[in-house]
């Protein structure tokens, strides 16, 4: 989703054209207390407030993005429409947690939203803002932007049987039909309001790589994934006759929703170089 001109930054967080960083972020304070999404349970709206006035935060606290939106809102119109900025709302969230003078306001908010009994664990925080593909860690050393969820997994073929059971890892609707399905979920996603445990989960993708004569055998592998702060291997038990491409579904190894339910892993198959 691009960031749109449109949008009375200054308006949303109740601040003049020449407010400086403190009044910005004690008026983002003020409104992300009174926002919290927990304040009303299931109205999509007050998620959607809770979003907006963190772009406009996220938008006037970088000087150049800053300077750039003012530019643009100033602009005279073309054909009734103002020039857009190319930026994504994803990645002024990505920005607003790896920029430290951004992201320390959220040290504070936390402790707040605890005490007011509302969520303010890592879940909340990447499922609001990243819709849970992304790494975001809250604890002793103030909120910490990791990376996105997903990359690469060395995937290393195990011949001796190993100690423990490994996984199944089964087809995830693969091919055409796999495709179709897709599209269709995304489409009902648009139209129908889902529950949150159903529109919201913590999966994760990550990418293995086998061989030509791995993917006709199949067997058991070592896979490694990043998770949250830590690396962990999973022994994984790869079924025979595999084509690339293909998804591989390890039902609830992904990471916690904000319900505590855990995700999916996924490992989708590629070739090997």
Known sequence: MRVRTERDYYAILGVPATAGD???????RRLALRHHPDRNPGDRRAEERFKEI?????ILMDPVRRR??????????ERGRRP????????????????????????????????????ANDAFLRDVFFRGRAVIVVGPGGVRWVG???????????????????????PARPGFGGRLWSRAKEALKRLLPLPDGAARRGDLVYEIGLGADELRRGGRYRVTIQRPGRREELLVRVPAGLRLGTR??????????????????????????
Do not use: N
């Open 22 to 28: 403190e009044e910005i972020k004690r008026a983002y």
């Open 84 to 119: 857009e900025p190319g930026w994504r709302e994803e990645e002024i969230f990505r920005d607003l947690f790896r920029d430290p003078r951004t992201a320390s306001v959220f040290d504070e908010l936390a402790r707040e939203w605890a005490r007011m009994g509302f969520r």
């Open 248 to 273: 591989l579904r390890l039902r609830g190894k992904g990471e916690p929703g904000v319900d505590g339910v855990p995700g999916d892993l996924f490992l989708v198959v590629r070739q090997k170089s």
């Open 54 to 58: 963190s772009e406009a935060y996220a």
């Open 68 to 77: 750039d939106y003012d530019r643009l809102r100033q602009a005279r119109p």
């Open 148 to 170: 996105p969820f997903g990359g690469w997994a060395p995937a290393e073929r195990v011949e001796a049987p190993a100690a423990g059971s490994a996984a199944d890892a089964t």
